[in-house]
């Protein structure tokens, strides 16, 4: 098909199929002439993945690149996947305010405490969760730590244990759904912890949302039960 034709089928305007191109998100097509171009169903399939990614998935161009070349180089090794997604997804990060070295999980030799005891680092070392040196990750909690605390949203170890078990189940359903094709295994981990993550705000709305009204209408029907003439 040519860039019309492409353009028609995304709903996407030609100008912005050009920016695609030019910025590498979106392969060139097939050259049948000087100034034209063939495209086929991978042209539509990855401006339409591009779009996903920066409407639901609120990435920038910078970011989306970083992903599309994961997918275009070769498969990583499965055990590679998370960390190879992770890096696409946290590049822009800042580096973390305190330089600490490596912390590894507890019982690594030396390695049990964190050389600076930033609440996010010293939960972590409790908990026994492996970090690295420059962790970006590691880097994000101790912000938005630091956040909720400037907002006045106090976390301790018991409230951040508690999201911590919640959390492990969802990333264990994370690790257990990676295909065993390594194509699909990139897309899915690179793409599904992009695309998933709007999935699993809405669902925490709707679970808090669900147990409010079912709290209420105990605590209701409690009142009902005590007020009736015995």
Request: charged share 35%; net charge negative; no cysteine.
């Given at each position: 098909m040519r860039i019309s034709a492409l353009s028609a089928r995304t709903e996407v305007p030609i100008g912005t199929v050009k920016y695609y191109l030019r910025e590498g998100l979106l392969a060139p097509g097939r050259q049948t002439s000087r100034t034209t171009a063939e495209y086929d169903e991978s042209h539509v399939e990855r401006i339409r993945l591009v779009r996903a990614l920066t409407d639901a998935g609120g990435l920038d161009i910078a970011a989306v690149r970083r992903i599309v070349e994961v997918l275009d180089a070769p498969g990583p090794a499965r055990l590679d996947l998370l960390a190879t997604a992770q890096h696409a997804l946290l590049a822009d990060e800042p580096a973390p305010s305190v330089?600490?070295?490596?912390?590894?999980?507890?019982?690594?030799?030396?390695a049990d405490e964190p050389d600076a005891a930033s609440p996010a680092r010293a939960w972590l070392s409790r908990?026994?969760?492996?970090?690295?040196?420059?962790?970006?990750?590691?880097?994000r909690l101790e912000r938005v730590w630091a956040a909720c605390e400037a907002a006045g949203i106090q976390l301790d170890d018991e409230l951040m244990d508690g999201y911590a078990e919640a959390l492990v189940q969802v990333a264990r359903?994370?690790?257990?759904?990676?295909?065993?094709?390594?194509?699909?295994?990139?897309?899915?981990?690179?793409?599904g912890t992009v695309m998933l993550e709007p999935v699993l705000l809405t669902l925490r709305l709707l679970a808090q949302r669900e147990l409010s009204v079912r709290r209420a209408e105990t605590v209701d029907g409690g009142r009902r039960r005590a007020d009736s003439p015995r």
């Open positions: 330089a600490t070295g490596r912390m590894g999980a507890v019982g690594d030799d030396g908990r026994g969760w492996h970090t690295y040196e420059d962790d970006l990750l590691v880097g359903l994370d690790v257990d759904t990676v295909p065993e094709d390594p194509d699909e295994a990139v897309r899915r981990v690179v793409v």
